[in-house]
C-alpha cells in the first residue's frame, strides 16, 4: 500500500484529536500488518469506494473511548452509551472529512461511508488482499490506532 | 431593482434562526466543551441564528449574560461545568433576567436536575446526544 493513502488519515487525526481533546498527542513508529490483526474493543470504520477502495479504522480500547468521551463533552462518563458511541462516531467523522478533502486535492475520486461503531472483546479484523498499515497514537487518555488498508482499484 | 421580485425563490422557508421581524435571533452558549459548543454553534449557525458569545463554565457565561444583556435572545446551558454548574448558573440568570430564554444541555442521568432546572425557569432541555432535529426543535420551542 502507498504511505500517500494513509498520511493524510494520520494527519487528519492527528491534529483533529489535539483539537478536541486539547491534549499533546504522540505518534509512534507506523507499521505493517498483512491478513489478521487485533482489534481493541471499540473501532470506527468507515469504508471507501473509487479509484481507491478499502476501509480506516480508528480503533482504541473501551476505557480509552469513554475517557475521549468523557473529555469532548465535558462530562464523566461511565459506561460505553449513546453518547460515547455517538462521540466517538463523530471524532470519525470529524478526521474521514478532513483527510478524505486532502486525498480529493490530489486527485483521489472516491466515496465513504458513514462511520459504523463496532465494539466487543477478542474481535479480529482480517483484510485478505490488502495490507494495513498502523499508527499507533499516544496520549493522556490511552492509545488510538489509525488502521488504513487501502489500494487502487482493481482494473481502474 | 427589488432582485427578490425579479428571480423565482426556489427555496421559500425562512431559516428558523431569524426572529418575526426577520432580525437573526442572539444566541450565548455556556460549555466547558469546546466540541459541544463547536456542535451547538454549527447547527444554530445554519438555520441563521447569531452566536453572539461563547462562555466555559458558569460563572462566565452569568458574566457574559450581563454584559450582552439585552442583546440577547437565547443561552443554551450545559449543566456539568467547573467553577458554576449550569443549574446555579441558570438561578443566577434569571434572577437578573426573568424573562432569560435558557435552555439546558444535559448528558443521560440527570433527570433530577433537568427537572430542578425548569422549575427553577429553564424553558427546555436537550439531552445528549446532540443532532440537528433535537437542538433545533427544542431551542425553537423554547422561544416562540
Same mark, same amino acid.
Given at each position: 500500500?502507498?504511505?500517500?493513502?494513509?498520511?493524510?488519515?494520520?494527519?487528519?487525526?492527528?491534529?483533529?484529536?489535539?483539537?478536541?481533546?486539547?491534549?499533546?498527542?504522540?505518534?509512534?513508529?507506523?507499521?505493517?500488518?498483512?491478513?489478521?490483526?487485533?482489534?481493541?474493543?471499540?473501532?470506527?470504520?468507515?469504508?471507501?469506494?473509487?479509484?481507491?477502495?478499502?476501509?480506516?479504522?480508528? !480503533?482504541?480500547?473501551?476505557?480509552?473511548?469513554?475517557?475521549?468521551?468523557?473529555?469532548?463533552?465535558?462530562?464523566?462518563?461511565?459506561?460505553? !452509551?449513546?453518547? /460515547?458511541?455517538?462521540?466517538?462516531?463523530?471524532?470519525?467523522?470529524?478526521?474521514?472529512?478532513?483527510? /478524505?478533502?486532502?486525498?480529493?486535492?490530489?486527485?483521489?475520486?472516491?466515496?465513504?461511508?458513514?462511520?459504523?461503531?463496532?465494539?466487543?472483546?477478542?474481535?479480529?479484523?482480517? !483484510?485478505?488482499?490488502?495490507?494495513?498499515?498502523?499508527?499507533?497514537?499516544?496520549?493522556?487518555?490511552?492509545?488510538?490506532?489509525?488502521? /488504513?488498508?487501502?489500494?487502487?482499484?482493481?482494473?481502474? | 431593482?427589488?432582485?427578490?421580485?425579479?428571480?423565482?425563490?426556489?427555496?421559500?422557508?425562512?431559516?428558523?434562526?431569524?426572529?418575526?421581524?426577520?432580525?437573526?435571533?442572539?444566541?450565548?452558549?455556556?460549555? %466547558?466543551? *469546546?466540541?459541544?459548543?463547536?456542535?451547538?454553534?454549527?447547527?444554530?449557525?445554519?438555520?441563521?441564528?447569531?452566536?453572539?458569545?461563547?462562555?466555559?463554565?458558569?460563572?462566565?457565561?452569568?458574566?457574559?449574560?450581563?454584559?450582552?444583556?439585552?442583546?440577547?435572545?437565547?443561552?443554551?446551558?450545559?449543566?456539568?461545568?467547573?467553577?458554576? %454548574?449550569?443549574?446555579?448558573?441558570?438561578?443566577?440568570?434569571?434572577?437578573?433576567?426573568?424573562?432569560?430564554?435558557?435552555? *439546558?444541555?444535559?448528558?443521560?442521568?440527570?433527570?433530577?436536575?433537568?427537572?430542578?432546572?425548569?422549575?427553577?425557569?429553564?424553558?427546555?432541555?436537550?439531552?445528549?446526544?446532540?443532532?440537528?432535529?433535537?437542538?433545533?426543535?427544542?431551542?425553537?420551542?423554547?422561544?416562540?
Amino acid at each position: 500500500m502507498r504511505v500517500e493513502y494513509i498520511n493524510p488519515f494520520v494527519e487528519s487525526a492527528f491534529s483533529i484529536i489535539k483539537e478536541v481533546l486539547q491534549t499533546d498527542v504522540s505518534r509512534d513508529e507506523l507499521y505493517l500488518k498483512k491478513s489478521t490483526q487485533p482489534v481493541l474493543g471499540v473501532a470506527a470504520i468507515v469504508g471507501l469506494a473509487g479509484d481507491v477502495e478499502g476501509r480506516v479504522l480508528i !480503533d482504541m480500547s473501551q476505557e480509552t473511548a469513554i475517557k475521549v468521551a468523557s473529555t469532548m463533552n465535558g462530562e464523566e462518563l461511565t459506561s460505553m !452509551d449513546e453518547l /460515547v458511541k455517538a462521540t466517538i462516531t463523530e471524532l470519525a467523522n470529524m478526521v474521514t472529512a478532513q483527510a /478524505v478533502t486532502k486525498l480529493h486535492e490530489l486527485g483521489f475520486k472516491f466515496d465513504l461511508t458513514p462511520p459504523a461503531i463496532i465494539t466487543g472483546e477478542n474481535m479480529q479484523v482480517s !483484510d485478505i488482499n490488502v495490507e494495513a498499515l498502523i499508527v499507533p497514537l499516544g496520549l493522556p487518555h490511552g492509545k488510538i490506532e489509525i488502521n /488504513v488498508a487501502i489500494r487502487e482499484r482493481l482494473g481502474a | 431593482m427589488k432582485t427578490t421580485s425579479d428571480f423565482p425563490s426556489i427555496n421559500e422557508r425562512v431559516p428558523e434562526g431569524l426572529s418575526t421581524e426577520g432580525r437573526p435571533l442572539r444566541v450565548l452558549i455556556v460549555d %466547558d466543551s *469546546m466540541f459541544v459548543t463547536k456542535q451547538i454553534s454549527q447547527i444554530l449557525s445554519s438555520e441563521g441564528f447569531d452566536i453572539v458569545g461563547t462562555a466555559g463554565d458558569g460563572a462566565e457565561g452569568v458574566e457574559k449574560y450581563k454584559e450582552l444583556y439585552p442583546d440577547v435572545d437565547l443561552v443554551t446551558m450545559d449543566i456539568t461545568m467547573p467553577r458554576m %454548574d449550569g443549574v446555579t448558573a441558570l438561578e443566577k440568570i434569571i434572577e437578573f433576567d426573568k424573562e432569560a430564554n435558557v435552555v *439546558m444541555v444535559s448528558a443521560l442521568g440527570k433527570q433530577d436536575l433537568v427537572k430542578k432546572s425548569l422549575m427553577l425557569g429553564a424553558k427546555n432541555y436537550i439531552v445528549k446526544p446532540l443532532d440537528r432535529k433535537k437542538v433545533l426543535e427544542r431551542v425553537i420551542s423554547a422561544i416562540k
